[in-house]
């Protein structure tokens, strides 16, 4: 594929270039999929109300987020096993969002460690996504490394005390490093330019996890460990330990419900993230887009409000903006560029979805992301009683 010129081109590609049991983590959801996929249907159904005549110079998709001066509204999300779509993805990533000007946001669950990114991206701050784990003193040391790493922002999840059934995962047998069935052999045998990368690098494995758990050095063992760490118990006083440990900026992600929201708002964080998990959790909730709001109208004077799921362009981000979001964020998008191209994919799907966000807000008439509301939308569902359209920020 000789030219780039949207997400999908970039997803198709990555189809092409990562293994089978890697592209279809990153790309498929619980159950029937039904909330992954009503995540993008949802978005895609919203209108935009085009206006004309109107002075567009001097536009700006800057904006800030946890009051950081940003690019545009956008962070890329924690994903699981990034380091598996492309040989050293997380510092890949990480090293795109910091020279595009957005936040970096690295899982737990990654396969660089939070060292390995810190140090890959010459200590420039980044957020770190953690979960409430069985093993509390885990937690309070991962907290630790995330504060001597200059990690800038701790995002919370909350949406995965135990984990949803993905039909796709079970079937692919995944595994960090893969298991190697002849299925997977055959598969990864015919992605020369992924395995090529990967026998180049020593990261094959969860970086945050392996070595700092006490005789953790068996894959076996790390899977097991990691399928029984995950918390049931899970409840807001776990969060409230969280904000006395961690005395920066907190973001809780997975909010769905404004009860919830209302709650969340009472801990201390500075952000929540309306998200259902991508999809990947609860299949049948409703999707992030419908979710948020509910969400913003109740709690969006007291914390920021933010929105993951389903963004595959920046016309998707605008949308998110105008019902309420301060900030949005891109996973699958991030790694259908980083799969496709690494480094320079995940900064080519930047450059979409800012370009993108760029026309769509000029043909609204807005040259600035500040006045952005539900006049932008058309519908009569989105019309307020309000006075003359803002045009400008």
Request: neutral net charge.
């Given at each position: 594929?000789?030219?780039?010129?949207?997400?999908?081109?970039?997803?198709?590609?990555?189809?092409?270039?990562?293994?089978?049991?890697?592209?279809?983590?990153?790309?498929?959801?619980?159950?029937?999929?039904?909330?992954?996929?009503?995540?993008?249907?949802?978005?895609?159904?919203?209108?935009?109300?085009?206006?004309?005549?109107?002075?567009?110079?001097?536009?700006?998709?800057?904006?800030?987020?946890?009051?950081?001066?940003?690019?545009?509204?956008?962070?890329?999300?924690?994903?699981?096993?990034?380091?598996?779509?492309?040989?050293?993805?997380?510092?890949?990533?990480?090293?795109?969002?910091?020279?595009?000007?957005?936040?970096?946001?690295?899982?737990?669950?990654?396969?660089?460690?939070?060292?390995d990114v810190a140090e890959g991206t010459n200590g420039h701050?980044?957020?770190?996504?953690?979960?409430?784990?069985?093993?509390?003193?885990?937690?309070?040391?991962?907290?630790?490394?995330?504060?001597?790493?200059?990690?800038?922002?701790?995002?919370?999840?909350?949406?995965?005390?135990?984990?949803?059934?993905?039909?796709?995962?079970?079937?692919?047998?995944?595994?960090?490093?893969?298991?190697?069935?002849?299925?997977?052999?055959?598969?990864?045998?015919?992605?020369?330019?992924?395995?090529?990368?990967?026998?180049?690098?020593?990261?094959?494995?969860?970086?945050?996890?392996?070595?700092?758990?006490?005789?953790?050095?068996?894959?076996?063992?790390?899977?097991?460990?990691?399928?029984?760490?995950?918390?049931?118990?899970?409840?807001?006083?776990?969060?409230?330990?969280?904000?006395?440990?961690?005395?920066?900026?907190?973001?809780?992600?997975?909010?769905?419900?404004?009860?919830?929201?209302?709650?969340?708002?009472?801990?201390?964080?500075?952000?929540?993230?309306?998200?259902?998990?991508?999809?990947?959790?609860?299949?049948?909730?409703?999707?992030?887009?419908?979710?948020?709001?509910?969400?913003?109208?109740?709690?969006?004077?007291?914390?920021?409000?933010?929105?993951?799921?389903?963004?595959?362009?920046?016309?998707?981000?605008?949308?998110?903006?105008?019902?309420?979001?301060?900030?949005?964020?891109?996973?699958?998008?991030?790694?259908?560029?980083?799969?496709?191209?690494?480094?320079?994919?995940?900064?080519?799907?930047?450059?979409?979805?800012?370009?993108?966000?760029?026309?769509?807000?000029?043909?609204?008439?807005?040259?600035?992301?500040?006045?952005?509301d539900t006049r932008i939308l058309y519908g009569a569902q989105?019309?307020?009683?309000?006075?003359?359209?803002?045009?400008?920020?």
């Amino acid at each position: 594929m000789s030219v780039i010129t949207s997400i999908e081109d970039l997803r198709v590609l990555a189809e092409r270039r990562v293994p089978r049991m890697f592209y279809q983590y990153a790309d498929s959801g619980s159950w029937t999929e039904s909330t992954y996929r009503a995540n993008e249907a949802d978005l895609a159904g919203i209108r935009l109300r085009q206006r004309v005549a109107v002075n567009l110079e001097h536009r700006s998709t800057r904006a800030t987020m946890l009051g950081q001066d940003v690019a545009m509204p956008v962070a890329i999300a924690p994903t699981g096993l990034t380091g598996m779509q492309h040989a050293d993805g997380e510092i890949l990533a990480a090293r795109a969002a910091r020279d595009f000007g957005i936040p970096f946001t690295l899982s737990t669950m990654s396969i660089c460690s939070i060292e390995d990114v810190a140090e890959g991206t010459n200590g420039h701050p980044f957020w770190f996504q953690v979960y409430v784990m069985r093993d509390r003193k885990f937690v309070e040391r991962l907290i630790e490394r995330a504060r001597r790493a200059n990690v800038s922002a701790l995002v919370l999840t909350l949406d995965l005390p135990i984990s949803g059934q993905r039909h796709k995962d079970i079937r692919n047998g995944l595994s960090a490093p893969p298991k190697l069935t002849l299925p997977n052999l055959l598969n990864i045998a015919a992605k020369p330019r992924w395995w090529w990368r990967m026998l180049q690098t020593r990261r094959r494995t969860l970086g945050n996890i392996v070595g700092h758990i006490e005789g953790m050095g068996d894959n076996a063992l790390l899977s097991e460990w990691c399928a029984r760490q995950f918390d049931p118990t899970l409840n807001w006083d776990d969060v409230r330990w969280i904000r006395r440990l961690w005395d920066g900026k907190l973001v809780l992600k997975g909010i769905q419900d404004a009860e919830d929201a209302c709650i969340a708002a009472e801990t201390g964080a500075d952000a929540l993230i309306v998200s259902n998990h991508g999809g990947r959790q609860l299949d049948g909730a409703p999707s992030s887009i419908v979710a948020l709001p509910e969400i913003a109208e109740a709690v969006g004077h007291r914390l920021e409000v933010h929105m993951d799921g389903g963004i595959r362009s920046g016309q998707d981000v605008l949308k998110a903006l105008a019902l309420g979001a301060k900030g949005t964020y891109i996973g699958r998008s991030m790694l259908y560029g980083l799969g496709a191209m690494g480094e320079a994919g995940v900064t080519r799907a930047l450059e979409i979805i800012q370009k993108e966000l760029d026309l769509t807000m000029a043909f609204c008439g807005q040259t600035g992301l500040k006045a952005v509301d539900t006049r932008i939308l058309y519908g009569a569902q989105y019309r307020a009683p309000a006075p003359a359209l803002a045009l400008a920020a």
